[in-house]
């Protein structure tokens, strides 16, 4: 047939690699395309629309529709409507910030759409053959991906006033939100093992499937999926521990909730959690815990690979404290964004609120449960890993909710997320639907943005007073 | 200095003096709160927690009720309340949730009373009744309010706003048992005391967070609320449902509003974010406030009225950690900065002028307009009632037309849509151009198919016989803004001629503009195109200093002969003959786009060809499309440009192009002249202007059934899952082109109700209707 024509005349026809969308979730899981509801096709409609193409992060976050709507409407305001940034620079910060993580996936996809929108093939050797404009941004990306802490208000001095290289406040948020969007992404990308696209490096092989099953993705990715064969380790686990564990969970839930009133903690034993738990995450780190070294592609667009989260974590970093009363997102961070920025604010706030929000009452084969705590737990974790303290909040429940396997997921996912294998996805929650772990994800990145954003944009906050 | 000034009130035996003055904390504050005896105010803020003597000259530290060891949570406030009927009664909200009460009168160093500790979040509010002595409420981050009985210990009450936190809490201060309670989410309810249960009343107030609210002191209606899409709105809540009486647009998320006491209108307002002054607003005239206060350098975080009768101490906290105290007298009045005239023209040269009035009384008296007709068409004044701030908001609109039947801009319209601008051979254009050109009597610079555009049009233009109009003022959407922006203050010395045959402006303002101390926005970021276009072309206007404006005088004969000869057939044989010119002009174009227009100049100018060079007359071009445009003919500029095409764009950079092409557009579009307009977008070659068709290209529609937008898809409701547009005719839904008879409502495929026109008047859908199309 055809097929046979093609080869011979020289043609090399690619096919798929991978197992579906994403690596750690069987494509039997995963929402088949054709089989999707009134509501969902819709959003494949406007993803396809807006981006040309049906990705498989879009496939993956399907789960969560509501969620997957308002994220695809920030991502496409944010990639091609009104702003103060022209396109490729978009999609080149969108590179830049895709890249500290290396996270090969979003940069294929980006390389793509920057050149698609007319973006200078040079740049891409390195952030080096970008306009200073680009390369001075590369700091705040850098400080931002690992120790957002660590922004100050002259950093936004140094790019506000660089002569002819200057950005405008607006732009800069622009970028600001940009960065933080992709580094959060990255995190989705690596925490849901996004496998690559078929039309970018590594999703596709010219090998006759007989050949191998060797996973070329798995080299170019810097993601280790270890366990490649079994599918279901989860299943080696007694079923009846990992059914425990969510009758666990769901005990300290309900005590947590009843006791809450009686016992009193002392204000200092208050501060005092939160900054064990702010200390203790600096070393919560999974065991396996290797050198990666980035794929040749990826690397290029970032100098100084050895800047990342776990140089100062082994040294025990002292992270200072950020209380949220005094500069939160909803009073303070949403006005600066709106007003630099025009309805972004509006869109991020949207997507904060349908995150924080997002609950079905289920927790694994349990039905109509508030598991408000548990992603409060959540949310406060990751800020908590960030230095930011909610002073309402006692610090002591995320020890009962988190157990060390999840607090290691979390923190890898957020912090390092070229490291997280499938075997530190499957080893949380194990009981829980893959459903809820992409749930989860989605916690996170936002979570995770929301953190970066506060920082930032408390400096650009400092340097306008 | 006025700073220094001194008031002195007396409010029925009682005297408040002072001045304006301020006071550095050790920390920045989160809120304040004032003493009913009008000498003391509290702050309260993350860590710190001190009452103020307010004296004349100065604050005066009174007492630190941060008192212990350590510090606690607990005492990291985020508002704090004075109780109006006890003077020893505090209350302060943390934000750990827990809600501390005060009692100054305690003999011990530490004043701390009562712990609530029944919040599971942050306390945004705590708010103490009006005149009961020991009711206290309180609205928190987790959505209840609570309300404390103090002489228990825990709470009497919970109210649950079923929804996220509670902004703000405010008794109402005329009804007993009434308060309101603003939410995150937009929300503002109103709540009985007695019924816990559910909220009396309840609606969205905002578009987001309602920071806060309070009542008036005197209308026990009205409420206003502020929030963090910038606005301030006061509601009267007497009605069966609250009604917006009044709407300001600040520049930042409101964070306090304060009524101002004696003053029925006037409110103080401060922001969370970005702006740092203090605002007092009269709610009647919400484009400009009444007074600000500029003082602090960080934003404001707590304002409150020194007293509740005393209209002219404003006290305010903030978080550079300073204390103020503001006097009403010293604030800047942004009002006295703005320039209260107005100026706009109406599409037909129509002109609306709008001042305050005492300067139109006094103006009337000399002699302002020297053109020959001027008629006010109508004049209209608004007087405010009396009252000190109205005499500056009451102003007067005149409205000038042009004299009827001279001019208009028929020519304008008609000339747009018969233009040709493209899809002919470049000949061809030209000839039609020219036609229309001189059917409308306008000026011809139309050049005839087989002669040399250029020469002739250079210098052929007189201005006589030209509507001339000031882009400046035909811009959409200028008119309100320039009145404000453009605080020159003293020009007021406009003259305003109107021509018999069309609009000519001649605005001191407009030389001044020439002269560059524009204010960057004084035409919305369109200033440097718009520059050529301010100044208008009164001849000896006419800047002489630039060469490319002055015409050369010999050039009149050539005119002549040009406009007389017809287009004779043996001439375009010729033209056939000339193997430059064979075949269409695309061709010549494409083949040799840079020599293209030279080479129709060879045909009958075969003498210059030699002797000048090639560009020579792409400078003539030039010159004439800047000369007609900076007539205010745009419309000739743009259409010669497009017909040229390649032949003169070269010549004229690009930005002279898009500002024409825009300034081109916008005068179609304000015509309504959308097709035409559309076919200038699409054949510019300037990708500002092209890209302008791919803006907003969405249609919205909405369900014909039950009113609301269809998102999904277009034909089909998601709600009431129905077909919204069934064609009358085949009855399958009509997914393209709509057309419906706005009689009957009744339509279907724009083919098949054409097809069904032919044979019958009546609706198809069987009406009886007999539908009309146009």
């Given at each position: 047939?055809?097929?046979?024509q093609d080869?011979?005349?020289?043609i090399?026809?690619?096919r ?46 399907v789960f969560?529709?509501q969620?997957?709507?308002?994220f ?24 830049m910030?895709?890249a500290?993580?290396q ?15 007319g973006?200078?093939?040079?740049w ?48 800069l ?14 995190s989705?990308?690596?925490g ?13 092989t010219?090998r006759p ?7 070329i ?18 299943e ?11 009758e ?27 900054e064990?738990?702010?200390?203790e ?27 990342g ?31 630099l ?6 869109l991020?706030?949207e ?17 109509d ?5 548990l992603?409060?737990?959540?949310w ?7 230095g ?12 009962q909710?988190?157990d ?12 390092t997320?070229?490291?997280v ?16 772990k ?6 996170l ?14 400096a ?6 | ?9 007396a ?9 304006t003055m301020?006071?550095h904390l ?7 709160s004032?003493c ?11 860590s ?6 307010i004296e004349e ?22 508002d704090?309340?004075w ?28 004043k701390?009373d ?7 979040r ?11 002595a020991?009711?206290l409420?309180?609205?928190?981050q987790?959505g ?10 825990d709470s ?19 009804d ?16 009985d ?20 609210c309070?009542?008036?002191p ?12 910038k ?6 809540m ?8 009044h ?14 006491p ?14 740092h ?20 350098r ?9 007293h ?7 006290l305010?906290g903030?978080?550079?950690?300073s ?17 209260p005239?107005g100026?706009?023209y109406?599409l037909?040269?129509?002109?609306a002028?709008a ?6 009384a ?25 009252e000190?701030?109205a ?5 007067a609109?005149?409205v ?13 319209v008609?000339t747009?849509?018969r233009?040709?601008?493209?899809g002919r051979?470049?000949a ?27 020469p ?6 007189s201005?006589?016989?030209?509507g ?9 959407g200028?008119?309100s803004?320039?009145r404000l922006?453009?605080?020159?203050g ?9 021509d ?21 926005d004084?035409?919305l ?7 050529d ?17 002055v ?15 017809p ?9 056939a ?7 269409s ?23 210059y ?8 007359f ?9 000369f ?7 419309q000739?500029a ?7 095409g ?9 930005q002279?192009?898009?500002?024409w092409?825009t300034s081109?557009?916008d005068?179609?579009q ?7 307009s559309n076919?200038?977008v699409?054949?510019s070659t ?6 302008l ?19 999904s898809?277009?034909?089909v409701?998601?709600r ?14 009509v ?7 706005q ?9 098949h ?8 008047s ?13």
């Open positions: 047939g055809g097929r046979d080869e011979e005349l020289g090399r026809i690619p798929p690699l991978g197992q579906g969308p994403s690596r750690f979730i069987p494509e039997k899981e995963i929402l088949q395309v054709g089989s999707e509801d009134a509501q969902m096709h819709a959003l494949f409609a406007d993803s396809f629309a807006a981006l040309g193409r049906l990705d498989n992060i879009t496939l993956v976050m969560h529709p969620y997957l709507e308002s695809l409407k920030t991502q496409h305001y944010l990639l091609q409507m009104d702003g103060p940034l022209p396109l490729h620079y978009r999609h080149y910060i969108g590179i910030a895709a500290r993580h996270c090969s996936y979003l940069v294929n996809l980006h390389v793509n759409d920057f050149l698609h929108v973006g200078d093939p040079k891409l050797n390195g952030l080096e053959n970008a306009p200073q404009k680009l390369q001075n941004l590369g700091e705040l990306n850098k400080v931002l991906a690992h120790r957002p802490w660590l922004i100050t208000k002259e950093h936004i001095e140094g790019l506000l006033k660089a002569e002819e290289h200057s950005w405008s406040l607006a732009e948020v622009h970028a600001v939100v940009l960065l933080t969007h992709y580094h959060s992404l990255a989705f990308t690596f849901c093992g996004i496998s690559p696209e078929i039309h970018c490096d590594g999703g596709h010219f499937p007989s050949v191998s099953n060797y996973c993705c798995d080299i170019t990715n810097g993601n280790h999926s270890v366990d490649e064969m079994p599918v279901n380790s989860a080696n686990v007694s079923v009846s521990d990992s059914f425990f564990e969510v666990a969970l769901m005990e300290k839930m309900r005590q947590l909730q009843e006791c809450r009133d009686e016992e009193e903690a002392s204000q200092e034993e208050m501060a005092s959690r939160f064990i738990e702010k200390r995450s600096m070393f919560v780190f999974s065991s396996d815990d290797e050198e990666v070294t980035p794929a040749r592609a990826v690397s290029r667009h970032f100098e100084d690979t050895s800047y989260y776990k140089d100062f974590s082994r040294h025990g970093m002292h992270v200072p404290t950020f209380r949220v009363q005094d500069y939160c997102w909803e009073d303070h961070g949403y006005s600066l964004v709106n007003r920025y025009p309805d972004v604010g509006q991020i706030d997507k904060f609120h349908i995150a924080y929000n997002l609950t079905y009452n289920t927790m694994a084969m349990h039905k449960v508030d598991t408000s705590m992603r409060r737990a959540i406060n974790y990751i800020h908590c890993m960030f930011i303290r909610y002073d309402d909040y006692d610090y002591g429940e995320i020890n909710l988190l060390r396997s999840f607090k290691v997921y979390i923190k890898t996912v957020v912090c997320p070229e490291k294998t499938k075997r530190m996805y499957d080893s949380f929650w194990r009981q829980f639907k893959h459903s809820e992409v749930h989860v994800n989605l916690l990145i936002e979570a995770r943005m929301q953190a970066e954003l506060l920082y930032a944009l408390r650009i906050t400092r340097y306008m007073t | 200095m006025e700073k220094m000034s001194r008031v002195t009130t409010l029925g035996g009682s005297v408040l003096t002072g001045r301020h006071c050790d920390a920045p504050a989160n809120a304040i004032v009913r005896d009008a000498a003391q105010v509290v702050v309260a803020g993350r710190i927690f001190k009452i103020y003597a000259e100065q604050f005066v530290e009174k007492l630190n009720l941060r008192v212990g060891r350590k510090p606690s949570l607990n005492l990291s406030c985020a704090v309340v109780h109006q009927m006890d003077e020893n009664l505090l209350a302060t909200a943390a934000t750990n949730g827990v809600v501390v009460t005060w009692n100054l009168g305690r003999p011990s160093r530490n701390q009562q712990l609530f500790t029944e919040h599971k942050t306390v945004n509010k705590v708010c103490f009744h009006p005149t009961e020991h009711v409420l309180s609205g928190s987790d209840f309010m609570k309300c404390f009985d103090l002489r228990r210990k009497v009450s919970t109210f649950s706003g079923q929804s996220e936190s509670v902004r703000d809490v405010q008794f109402s201060i005329r007993y048992f009434t308060f309101a309670s603003t939410f995150e989410n937009g929300n503002v309810q109103l709540w005391i007695r019924r816990p249960d559910r909220c009396e009343r309840m609606f969205t107030a905002h578009n987001g967070p309602v920071f806060c309070d009542w008036h005197e209308d026990r209606g009205w409420l206003a609320t502020g929030g963090r899409d606005m301030v709105k006061v509601w009267d007497t009605t069966h449902r609250a009604k917006e009486m709407c300001v647009q600040t520049i930042a998320s409101v964070a306090r509003v304060k009524w101002r004696e003053c029925r209108h006037h409110l103080a307002t401060c922001s969370m974010m970005v702006d002054n203090i605002y007092v607003w009269d709610v009647r005239r919400p484009f400009v406030p009444a007074a600000m206060f500029e003082e602090h960080d934003v404001t975080t707590g304002i409150a009225w020194r509740p009768h005393d209209p002219s101490f404003l305010s903030s978080k550079d950690s204390l103020c105290q503001h006097l009403f007298r010293d604030a800047s009045q942004p009002v006295e900065r703005a320039n005239e100026l706009c109406g037909f040269g129509d002109l002028f001042a305050k009035e005492s300067l139109v006094a103006e009337s008296g000399r002699k302002p307009y020297t053109g020959d007709r001027r008629h006010p068409i109508f004049f209209k004044r608004k007087l405010d009632p009396a000190p701030f005499g500056l908001a009451s102003s609109l005149s000038f037309e042009t004299e009827p039947g001279g001019g208009g801009m028929r020519w304008f008609d747009a849509e233009y040709a601008l493209a051979p470049l061809e254009l030209c000839d039609h151009n020219a036609k229309v050109a001189r059917e409308l009597g306008r000026n011809q610079p139309w050049p005839s198919a087989h002669c040399k555009p250029q002739q049009c250079g210098q052929g233009c201005p006589q016989g030209l001339l109009f000031n882009l400046k003022d035909m811009a959409p200028l008119g803004e320039t922006d453009r605080s020159k003293d020009a007021r010395s406009d003259t305003v001629l109107l018999s045959s069309a609009t000519l402006i001649t605005n001191e303002d407009n030389e001044e503009t020439e002269g560059s101390d524009v204010p960057a004084y035409l970021g369109d200033v440097e195109g718009e520059e276009e301010l100044y208008l072309l009164d001849p000896e206007h006419a800047h002489p200093e630039d060469p490319e404006c015409l050369p005088q010999e050039a009149f004969p050539l005119r002549h002969e040009i406009v007389d000869t287009p004779g057939p043996e001439h375009l044989q010729d033209k003959d000339s193997p430059h010119v064979s075949g002009e695309a061709d010549v174009a494409s083949l040799a786009p840079v020599d293209s227009s030279f080479s129709l100049l060879s045909v009958s100018h075969a003498l060809d030699s002797r000048l060079p090639p560009d020579f792409g400078v003539l071009v030039r010159d004439m499309l800047h007609y445009a900076e007539q205010g003919d745009v000739m743009v259409s010669v440009l497009i017909v040229l390649e032949r003169v764009r070269k010549d004229i950079d690009e002279t192009q898009e500002h092409y081109y557009i005068l179609l304000r015509f309504r002249l959308w097709n035409v076919e200038v699409k054949l300037s990708r500002a202007v092209s890209c068709n791919q803006a907003s290209t969405t249609l919205h529609v909405n369900c014909s059934h039950c009113k609301r937008p269809m998102s898809r277009g034909w409701c998601d009431c899952h129905r077909c919204a547009s069934m064609c009358a005719v085949c009855h399958h839904v997914k393209g082109l709509f057309v419906w008879c009689g009957c409502s009744h339509g279907g495929h724009l083919q109700i054409m097809k069904w026109l032919e044979g019958s009546h609706c198809p859908a069987g009406c009886g209707h007999l539908c009309e199309y146009s």
